[in-house]
């Protein structure tokens, strides 16, 4: 499995409570944008557990047609329906004694919602066009990006079956809002490419990293490897500058969770403190003045020195703006 790497304290708390709630058999949901380090989080939830000796096994339910989801996940017995020449066991027969990712569960039907919260209440398991019932023991991580509780809302989503999986609940933040991670991450991976293609590259030039701190990352962790992959083998220097990073900046803003916790209103999560709000609207007005500091300082009342200060302190903290 995949290291996480952070330093930002949001993450590591949500890493501190996944590997506390890990020994238990509860329910988790997991939130958080696209390409965020979902995955990463259940993997760590079931190496963490007295599971991690059983299967791991991970369904994508936005991926797969309605019916054939259905077979997939509860299995069939031979002739259950046309084209069932054999009996197949469904995924969650192959979880028994592990753990089920059902990510993008948001996608799922409304009609099997219903079927899945049957077979988690009653710890039972009915392949179609079976006879009896049999007893699986299997351990649900579900994730998805967009809210749960908008899809509820918006009566998508069943509300017995979300307060069923919602009994852990860890909500990824955006890359964006972890700047200091994009500094760790890149290191990291600037190093795993260079290895890779047996190139010698010293990191990252100051100003390359401040553009990088400076993008939105709408595909987050999975969409900065992309760019620095990129970078890596297309350099020509000791050391990787603005020119080797190739960033598309899209118009829109397509983190979904993001955008639905923003339509709510919700700048404060759990765990997230004043200064990190602060630090959000900060580098969010130098991004939309491109680095201005007068217009930056300006737009958000506050005096030149004021910022410039903030802005220092932030370097502390492997923030360069
Ligand atoms: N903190 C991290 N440290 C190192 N690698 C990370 C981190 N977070 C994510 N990654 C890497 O980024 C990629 C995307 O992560 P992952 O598949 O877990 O995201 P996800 O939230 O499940 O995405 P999606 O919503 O698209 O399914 C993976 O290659 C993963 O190893
Ligand atoms: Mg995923």
Same mark, same amino acid.
């Given at each position: 499995?995949?290291?996480?790497?952070?330093?930002?304290?949001?993450?590591?708390?949500?890493?501190?409570?996944?590997?506390?709630?890990?020994?238990?058999?509860?329910?988790?949901?997991?939130?958080?944008?696209?390409?965020?380090?979902?995955?990463?989080?259940?993997?760590?939830?079931?190496?963490?557990?007295?599971?991690?000796?059983?299967?791991?096994?991970?369904?994508?339910?936005?991926?797969?047609?309605?019916?054939?989801? !259905?077979? !997939?996940?509860?299995?069939?017995?031979?002739?259950?329906?046309? @084209? *069932?020449?054999?009996?197949?066991?469904?995924?969650? !027969?192959?979880?028994?004694?592990?753990?089920?990712?059902?990510?993008?569960?948001?996608?799922?039907? +409304?009609?099997?919602?219903?079927?899945?919260?049957?077979?988690?209440?009653?710890?039972?398991?009915?392949?179609?066009?079976?006879?009896?019932?049999?007893?699986?023991?299997?351990?649900?991580?579900?994730?998805?990006?967009?809210?749960?509780?908008?899809?509820?809302?918006?009566?998508?989503?069943?509300?017995?079956? +979300?307060?069923?999986?919602?009994?852990?609940?860890?909500?990824?933040?955006?890359?964006?809002?972890?700047?200091?991670?994009?500094?760790?991450?890149?290191?990291?991976?600037?190093?795993?490419?260079?290895?890779?293609? *047996?190139?010698?590259?010293?990191?990252?030039?100051?100003?390359?990293?401040?553009?990088?701190?400076?993008?939105?990352?709408?595909?987050?962790?999975?969409?900065?490897?992309?760019?620095?992959?990129?970078?890596?083998?297309?350099?020509?220097?000791?050391?990787?500058?603005?020119?080797?990073?190739?960033?598309?900046?899209?118009?829109?803003?397509?983190?979904?969770?993001?955008?639905?916790?923003?339509?709510? !209103?919700?700048?404060?999560?759990? @765990?997230?403190?004043?200064?990190?709000?602060?630090?959000?609207?900060?580098?969010? *007005? $130098?991004?939309?003045?491109?680095?201005?500091?007068?217009?930056?300082?300006?737009?958000?009342?506050?005096?030149?020195?004021?910022?410039?200060?903030?802005?220092?302190?932030?370097?502390? $903290?492997?923030?360069?703006?």
């Amino acid at each position: 499995m995949n290291e996480i790497l952070t330093q930002d304290r949001r993450m590591r708390d949500i890493i501190q409570l996944a590997k506390t709630v890990a020994r238990s058999k509860a329910t988790i949901l997991i939130q958080g944008d696209s390409g965020t380090g979902k995955e990463l989080i259940a993997n760590l939830i079931h190496e963490n557990s007295s599971r991690s000796g059983r299967p791991f096994v991970a369904i994508n339910c936005a991926a797969i047609p309605e019916n054939l989801l !259905e077979s !997939e996940l509860f299995g069939y017995e031979r002739g259950a329906f046309t @084209g *069932a020449v054999t009996a197949k066991s469904g995924k969650f !027969e192959l979880a028994n004694g592990g753990t089920l990712l059902l990510d993008e569960i948001s996608e799922m039907d +409304f009609r099997l919602q219903a079927k899945l919260l049957r077979v988690i209440q009653e710890g039972e398991v009915d392949r179609i066009g079976g006879r009896k019932p049999s007893a699986v023991d299997v351990r649900i991580i579900a994730t998805t990006n967009r809210s749960l509780s908008h899809c509820v809302q918006d009566g998508s989503f069943r509300e017995d079956l +979300f307060y069923r999986l919602n009994v852990v609940n860890l909500t990824i933040p955006p890359l964006r809002e972890r700047v200091g991670d994009v500094e760790l991450i890149s290191a990291y991976l600037v190093e795993k490419y260079a290895k890779k293609n *047996a190139k010698t590259i010293q990191g990252i030039a100051p100003e390359a990293l401040s553009y990088l701190q400076s993008h939105r990352w709408p595909g987050n962790v999975r969409e900065l490897e992309n760019v620095i992959e990129r970078a890596v083998i297309t350099s020509q220097d000791a050391q990787l500058g603005i020119k080797d990073l190739f960033i598309e900046r899209p118009e829109g803003d397509s983190s979904q969770l993001t955008q639905d916790l923003a339509d709510s !209103e919700k700048s404060w999560i759990p @765990g997230r403190t004043l200064d990190d709000i602060e630090r959000t609207v900060i580098i969010e *007005a $130098l991004q939309y003045h491109q680095g201005n500091r007068t217009h930056t300082a300006k737009a958000l009342g506050i005096s030149i020195r004021t910022l410039r200060n903030k802005i220092s302190d932030y370097k502390g $903290l492997g923030i360069h703006l």
